[in-house]
């Protein structure tokens, strides 16, 4: 009897340990909201890694990050594969939440060209990344316009989502209401059907 009791403690303390040991590393990873933490890449849960693995098969994974999005445990990989870079958001049972690819400009698809040129005649495309969420796409382009940085978010059949103006402290307008006006951009167009 002595032997079984003896036994049953010791698996028992080793079924403690070990269970204790996973918490803490889940606990470790814990972020509170809002918060950014880095991350070896071997830290990485397998269901993570595989989700990787998976769709980025020749993917180099660079930096990692652990992030709290709306108090869910969110992590961010920065990949590498067939010289583009990727930043990929995938959650802890290995969903692959948005992918981020950096594209250049010249490469941007036609229509989303021609939506952009449409909107900002004679603007520059400074910065574009396609987005995937799921099964939507859209792009993300910051463009210079009148001397203005403006980030456009276009659906993938050109159609401008939303669009928001960075200020420039620097340049003063003589007319702060013609200056609201512009960065508060509506599109009328949408409204009416041209979009």
């Known amino acids: 009897?002595?032997?079984?009791?003896?036994?049953?403690?010791?698996?028992?303390?080793?079924?403690?340990?070990?269970?204790?040991?996973?918490?803490?590393?889940?606990?470790?990873?814990?972020?509170?909201?809002?918060?950014?933490?880095?991350?070896?890449?071997?830290?990485?849960?397998?269901?993570?890694?595989?989700?990787?693995?998976?769709?980025?098969?020749?993917?180099?994974?660079?930096?990692?990050?652990?992030?709290?999005?709306?108090?869910?445990?969110?992590?961010?990989?920065?990949?590498?594969?067939n010289e583009h870079k990727y930043d990929v958001q995938i959650s802890l049972d290995g969903e692959i939440l948005e992918i981020e690819q950096e594209i250049e400009p010249e490469n941007l698809p036609e229509t989303i060209a021609e939506s952009i040129y449409a909107e900002y005649p004679g603007a520059g495309i400074l910065i574009a990344e396609k987005v995937t969420r799921g099964q939507v796409t859209v792009y993300e382009v910051e463009v210079l316009s009148s001397g203005r940085k403006i980030e456009v978010e276009i659906d993938d059949n050109g159609k401008i989502i939303e669009e928001k103006v960075e200020h420039d402290s620097q340049k003063e307008s003589d007319d702060p209401e013609a200056e609201d006006a512009e960065s508060e951009h509506e599109f009328e167009g949408e409204q009416e059907g041209e979009h």
């Open 1 to 81: 009897m002595k032997k079984n009791v003896a036994f049953i403690l010791s698996v028992s303390i080793i079924f403690a340990v070990a269970t204790g040991c996973n918490n803490n590393h889940v606990t470790d990873e814990k972020n509170t909201q809002g918060q950014t933490q880095k991350i070896a890449v071997e830290d990485l849960p397998s269901s993570v890694r595989d989700a990787i693995t998976s769709s980025f098969p020749e993917g180099i994974i660079h930096d990692v990050s652990l992030e709290d999005e709306n108090g869910t445990d969110v992590y961010e990989a920065e990949i590498v594969e």
